[in-house]
């Protein structure tokens, strides 16, 4: 039986598994980093582990999980150790990353992380707790106040189940006992990132106590950013073979593409790890790099998402080894190009280019499944921005109109060949409704999804220019199956195929 990854075990790695190259023991805790899942842990981590490497200091990672104990468990039996498996098409890199330093869940180590966020030393609280972590208003991008778990803090704030909650309280307890500046550093697909959440904090903060909203306001620092690696969720055959590259058993690893991007902007309330050294973008503006990202990456990945499924494909590989598909995509990209405004040193025809690319490597499995959770906190910033956009400068939007027919086709939760569709979402039960009373009728079915003001705001579904290529769109893939709606839609996108 082979040993579990450790701090001792690292010396009897093979010389080709990079393991830190700084003493994991004697690095202090300075971030708190709330949602320790995969990409956290092939991002920020990866970031800070470089940095540790490269320029040190006292900014080792506490990780918390707030649903499950599963990492808690399989990374504190190895030391917070574990493996990031960088897949390309040419072969695999195997690195140990020692950056976190300790793992806490919240079900049962509330005091603890608690003791961890208001202790002096803790200078950043990061987050990548995913859209819906936010317990907020996609098209807004405002707290719901109406969410049962804000609910239940603002009843019970010294219990916090929703992220917002715990930073609020721990931000009441640092300003009891003077432990200092904090920033809180988001790291989620959001547009304006750092200000939403500094929003959101704030209308929580007031709900409990005005003079705490005021101490944040004075205290507390929310950069944005902009985040991107490709991180698919980990399987058991990826636990295999990463035993089998290092000899050791590690239960926590974590796979991804080579590609990694970080664009920063904004004060830093208590300092940082020189991230800049590990090749993190510190700017002036993250605006125009998210829209690039959201609008370009993250919508072309839903678009794959929702039609490829349908189409009958289970990874985005496959979706984009189609060349019908992937001229779509670039359509997409095409469509969404005149609604952003990049630095001119930004080549955007190598980073369309690139995305292609990204999204083919066949080594890197990302299901359709996965990326089609939870669309109705995604498509406000990564379609519907760039439709209220062009539908304003009276440009097309036949496209992103298509990508968001398919989400509706998949929402109605029954597959081309007839089978259910695990829709995962925290609207489901809204989308089930609305299933339910339209059936057949698909425009009604569009009507009635396009009403979720949660996802579509007040003006799109007033606005004929998009509910009826939508409608159109909806209507094709119900009748035609979305194979056969992508292609046609690829002909007349790019008459020369
Ligand atoms: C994906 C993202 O799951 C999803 O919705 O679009 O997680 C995507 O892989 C990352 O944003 C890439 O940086």
Redesign the pocket.
Known sequence: MPLLLSRTALSSLPASVAVPRYEIDTVPVGIVHIGIGA?HRAHQAVYTDDALALAGGPWGICGISLRSPDVRERLNAQDCLYTVVEKARAGTAYRVVGSVREVLFRGNDLDAILARMVAPATRIVSLTITEKGYCHDPARGELNLAHPDVVHDLALPEDPVSAIGLVVLALDRRRASGAGPLTVLCCD?LPHNGRLVEGMVGTYARERDPALAAWIAANVTFPSTM?????PATTESDLADVDGALGLLDAAPVVCEPFRQWVIAGEFAAGRPAWERSGAQFVADVAPFEAM?LRL??AS??MF?YLGYLAGFETIWQVAAQPDFVALMRALMDETTPTLALPADVDLGAYKAALVERFGNPALP?RTQ??A?DGSQ?LPQRLLGTVRDNLAAGRPIDCAALAVAGWMRYVAGIDEAGRAIRVSDPLAADFARVVAEHGADTAGLARGLLDLSAIFGTDLPADPRFVVPVTRALASLFAEGAARTVAAAARRQSPVL
């Open positions: 990409f697909n985040v991107d690696r490709i991180v990202k990456l993250n990945h839903s998402a990302h996965q990326i959770m995604k």
